[in-house]
């Protein structure tokens, strides 16, 4: 029932967060769409028409990805919202640009976290845990792959087409390099005065725990190696003994330090 409550109440999207979205979407549908306006010859309806249409892939992929975070979020205590990092998605923009559209590079934006408060109190406790903050955002690159092996669904079922396939293309390429320990680089500056950071989820989880965050990278890692080889339970079964077992390893062995 209290879950209800915060659910009806928090899980919403704030304007600068709706705006940020529709950014991070135009940005990842036009460097999807870069090398699809026309054949030979540039053809501006062609072009507008790919680009409508992976702009829509990649919202509705950002949007889910988002959810997620977001009820995660409400059912541990918090409240989560997503900002774009606008320096990645330029770099992004000028990879693609000097590729021409050859090289794709995503550096979406991160998720900011804070405590709703009567629910933290309800649950005694009064503070972000970075344990709660981390286990969040690892569902953003989990969902990211999870969308990718739908996707793929749809070739096995023959339905494959442009747009599918660079569906399967963004959400896999999201997953890979939404968990990389990449900063917002320029926050590292304190003269720009940046209030809230758009970290990539995997530099969040690393900052907390080396251990969990091997884990994290391998079993995204390893899901993303078999999307083409197997289903998705299977994919996450191998995925969680490799991870884990890699995990304690390097866990052991840090403790002998």
């Known amino acids: 029932m209290r879950f209800m409550y915060y659910l009806k109440n928090h899980l919403t999207f704030e304007k600068k967060e709706i705006r940020d979205i529709l950014i991070t979407a135009v940005c990842l549908g036009f460097i999807l ?6 054949g030979a010859y540039f053809d501006i309806v062609v072009g507008l028409k790919n680009f409508v249409g992976m702009f829509l ?6 949007l889910i990805a988002i959810f997620v975070q977001k009820l995660i979020s409400i ?3 918090y409240k989560a919202k997503y900002k774009a990092w606008l320096l990645g998605l330029l770099i992004g923009l000028y990879i693609c640009f000097i590729s021409d559209g ?8 991160g998720i900011i976290i804070s405590s709703i408060e009567l629910h933290r109190i309800a649950k005694h406790r009064k503070m972000l845990r970075l344990r709660d903050k981390a286990f969040i955002l690892f569902f953003g690159p989990f969902t990211f792959i999870v969308l990718a092996y739908l996707f793929r669904a749809f070739f096995i079922s023959g339905a494959s087409n442009l ?4 569906a399967v293309i963004l959400n896999m390429a999201l997953a890979v390099y939404t968990i990389l320990p990449i900063p917002q680089i320029e926050a590292l500056f304190p003269r720009l005065h940046f209030k809230e950071t758009a970290n990539l989820n ?3 989880i690393f900052y907390w725990s080396k251990t969990v965050y091997v884990f994290s990278f391998l079993f995204i890692i390893v899901m993303t190696s078999m999307l083409f080889w197997t289903n998705i339970i299977s994919a996450m079964f191998v995925a969680g003994v490799l991870a884990i077992v890699m995990a304690l390893i390097y866990f052991y062995f840090r403790r002998l330090k």
Request: aromatic letters at 24%; glycine letters at 14%.
């Open 33 to 38: 769409s870069f090398k699809h306006w026309g």
């Open 163 to 166: 747009l599918v396939e660079r």
């Open 57 to 62: 892939v990649a919202l509705f992929s950002i």
């Open 202 to 204: 995997g530099f969040e």
């Open 102 to 109: 050859d090289w794709y590079l995503f550096l979406p934006g």
């Open 75 to 77: 059912k541990t205590g």
